[in-house]
């Protein structure tokens, strides 16, 4: 695992914040996707805020022709289950294990800070979510799927076993099917997490209900600060 600390976009409340929320983009993307959905998320003023959101590192993707792009980690080839370099993908759960002890280290409990992902970032979050040693706020991971869900049962880690999980899909996704997010939220059920699951009339992509969904579970799951 590696401790370097990647590059990212922040954005700070006007006071210090009571919560972290640590986003990961999709393939392709890079720290700056998800940056619009700040003001469009509404938390209240009075729920002080920092959201981090890393870029991911630069590699070649084979799926793609081998493109160089910001990518979690190599997707090896097309269709499900999907075959990926886990090499990569441990390599950005290392760097999200790091940016997770920052946040920590500039004050925030770990029970304050929530793990986000959308796509390959999602897949990322709920595999380091789920293992983390310490107890975390909680998971929202979006139009995603879970590539090591087989050795999920295993390896998952005590202290996050009930961390509270949002889900949320399109069904018109033509990019990770429906069908491949709801056999991981079943794997979670049945392994005893509490998933909340949303799904929507929409692709690859985040919509304006699915926004105010979010909006909801964040403000529930951290509360009214002190």
């Known amino acids: 695992m590696t401790s370097e600390l990647l590059e990212c976009v922040e954005i700070d409340p006007g006071k210090k914040p009571t919560a972290s929320i640590i986003w990961l983009h999709g393939l ?19 729920l002080p ?62 029970e304050r800070i929530v793990l986000a992902g959308f796509s390959q970032g999602g897949s990322i979050a709920l595999h380091t979510g789920l293992r983390y040693g ?17 050795s999920l049962a ?18 018109m996704d033509p990019m990770v099917p429906l069908e491949t997010a709801q056999e991981a939220r079943d794997e979670l059920v049945r392994l005893g997490y509490r998933v909340e699951w949303s799904q929507y009339p929409m692709g690859h992509t985040v919509c304006p209900d699915e926004i105010d969904s979010i909006r909801s579970w964040l403000v529930r799951l951290l509360g009214p600060p002190g």
Request: proline share 9%; net charge negative.
């Open 28 to 46: 392709g993307a890079d720290g700056h996707d998800f940056e619009p959905i700040v003001p469009e998320l509404g938390i209240p003023e009075s």
């Open 49 to 110: 805020v920092r959201y981090v959101f890393p870029h991911a590192p630069m590699r070649p993707v084979t799926l793609n022709g081998g493109m160089v792009m910001r990518a979690w980690f190599d997707i090896l080839e097309a269709g499900f289950p999907r075959r990926v370099d886990m090499q990569g993908f441990l390599e950005s759960v290392g760097h999200l294990d790091r940016l997770i002890a920052e946040e920590h280290e500039r004050g925030v409990p770990h």
């Open 134 to 150: 310490k107890p975390l706020a909680g998971i929202l991971a979006l139009s995603t799927y879970l590539p090591t869900l087989d």
């Open 154 to 171: 295993e390896g998952r880690c005590q202290a996050n076993a009930d961390i509270p999980i949002m889900m949320a899909h399109g069904f």
